[in-house]
């Protein structure tokens, strides 16, 4: 039973991307992640580790960050906290479930209004 085909067919039609069928390795370095996140509200996320082809695979620290910056941008965007997955869902593989829901209800939120700058 695929628990996150919804959420993955929603992804790669967003970002006009293929995920492989393992689905979990693909987003644990959470790139992939912090793209869509930067697709639903551009710079939501400033900085986003990407693997080269020198170094095809990036350390589990800059993916750790990845994830973090990920989910920061989902809160504020306004994931409501019970949908948030952990760090460890992704970084590990473990709860594609919840994986699952904080991406579709990142999918799910209003179109975002341009914000206007307040001064101080």
Do not use: W
């Not at 919804?6 to 393992?22: A, G, I, M, T, Y």
């Amino acid at each position: 039973m695929c628990y996150f085909c919804d959420s993955s067919q929603n992804l790669e039609s967003r970002l006009k991307v293929l995920l492989p069928d393992d689905v979990g390795a693909a987003l644990m370095d959470g790139v992939v992640l912090c793209h869509l996140a930067n697709h639903i509200r551009p710079r939501s996320v400033a900085s986003i580790h990407v693997p080269s082809p020198a170094v095809p695979k990036l350390s589990m620290a800059k993916c750790r960050r990845n994830v973090e910056n990920f989910l920061d941008a989902c809160k504020k965007l306004g994931v409501p906290q019970d949908k948030l997955c952990l760090p460890h869902h992704i970084l590990e593989e473990r709860g594609l479930v919840k994986v699952g829901m904080t991406v579709q209800a990142l999918l799910e939120l209003p179109a975002s209004k341009p914000t206007q700058l307040s001064a101080v």
